[in-house]
C-alpha cells in the first residue's frame, strides 16, 4: 500500500470532530461594575459557548471570586467591584482546567461523575483526567443596592422603552435612562425613584 493510500485510509477513519480544522476560540466575558456589584450579562452565551452548564460556571465564579452572588440562565452578578481583566483571566483558568483536553489540547469535552470521583472525558480523543469538583464556597446574594436620588451609577442599556428611554438593571431596580440606546453602557445620576424603578440622566457615555 503506498505511503498516500495509508494516510487517507488513517485519515478517512478518524472521529469528524477530530477532522474540523477551525480553531477554538476563547468567548469574551462582558461585565459592568454597577454601584457595589459586577454584573456579566453575556453569562449565559459563554456558558454555551464553552459548552458548559452555568449552574457549574456560576459555583465557579462564586468559590474562585470568594464573594456572594447569585446568577441564572442569562447573566451572572457578583457582590463587589471587579475588573473584567480580572474575571477574564479566572475564566481562562476554567477553561483550561475544566474545558480543554489535557491530551489533545481540543475543548470536545465532558465533565462526568463517577464514585464521588470527577472526571474530565474527551469525546475527540478519549482520554479522561480527574479533575477537582466544583463546590459553592459563598452563600447566595441576598440583599440588593438601594439607590438614592443623587447616586451615579453605571450601567448597560439592554433595551427601550415605549417612550424612547433606555432600559437597565441595577439590582433590584429598573432603571430608565433619558437620551440612551440600545447597548450603550453609561454612567446615569439618579433624578427621581419609584418602588422598584429609578429614572436617571446620562452624565458619560463609556
Known amino acids: 500500500m503506498e505511503y498516500e493510500d495509508m494516510l487517507d485510509r488513517a485519515y478517512s477513519a478518524l472521529p469528524e470532530i477530530l477532522k474540523e480544522e477551525s480553531r477554538f476560540q476563547i468567548p469574551v466575558l462582558e461585565a459592568v461594575v454597577q454601584g457595589r456589584i459586577t454584573v456579566v450579562s453575556n453569562f449565559g452565551d459563554v456558558s454555551k459557548g464553552i459548552n458548559r452548564s452555568t449552574d457549574i460556571l456560576g459555583k465557579y465564579f462564586l468559590g474562585v471570586m470568594g464573594t456572594a452572588g447569585e446568577y441564572d440562565a442569562s447573566r451572572l452578578t457578583l457582590k463587589g467591584q471587579f475588573r473584567l481583566a480580572q474575571l477574564q483571566d479566572?475564566?481562562?483558568?476554567?477553561?483550561?482546567?475544566?474545558?480543554?483536553?489535557?491530551?489533545?489540547?481540543?475543548?470536545?469535552?465532558?465533565?462526568?461523575h463517577e464514585k464521588?470521583?470527577?472526571?474530565?472525558?474527551?469525546?475527540?480523543?478519549?482520554?479522561?483526567?480527574?479533575?477537582?469538583?466544583?463546590?459553592?464556597?459563598?452563600?447566595?446574594?441576598?440583599?440588593?443596592?438601594?439607590?438614592?436620588?443623587?447616586?451615579?451609577?453605571?450601567?448597560?442599556?439592554?433595551?427601550?422603552?415605549?417612550?424612547?428611554?433606555?432600559?437597565?438593571?441595577?439590582?433590584?431596580?429598573?432603571?430608565?435612562?433619558?437620551?440612551?440606546?440600545?447597548?450603550?453602557?453609561?454612567?446615569?445620576?439618579?433624578?427621581?425613584?419609584?418602588?422598584?424603578?429609578?429614572?436617571?440622566?446620562?452624565?458619560?457615555?463609556?
Open 90 to 112: 479566572k475564566f481562562e483558568a476554567f477553561i483550561e482546567s475544566y474545558v480543554i483536553c489535557p491530551e489533545c489540547k481540543r475543548p470536545d469535552t465532558n465533565i462526568i
Open 116 to 206: 464521588r470521583m470527577t472526571f474530565l472525558k474527551c469525546e475527540a480523543c478519549g482520554a479522561r483526567h480527574s479533575v477537582g469538583t466544583i463546590k459553592q464556597k459563598s452563600a447566595p446574594m441576598t440583599e440588593k443596592p438601594d439607590l438614592s436620588i443623587g447616586d451615579e451609577i453605571t450601567v448597560q442599556i439592554t433595551r427601550t422603552g415605549k417612550k424612547g428611554d433606555g432600559m437597565a438593571r441595577h439590582g433590584k431596580y429598573l432603571v430608565f435612562v433619558n437620551n440612551s440606546r440600545e447597548g450603550q453602557t453609561v454612567k446615569t445620576k439618579i433624578t427621581g425613584i419609584n418602588k422598584n424603578m429609578a429614572f436617571g440622566d446620562i452624565v458619560q457615555t463609556l
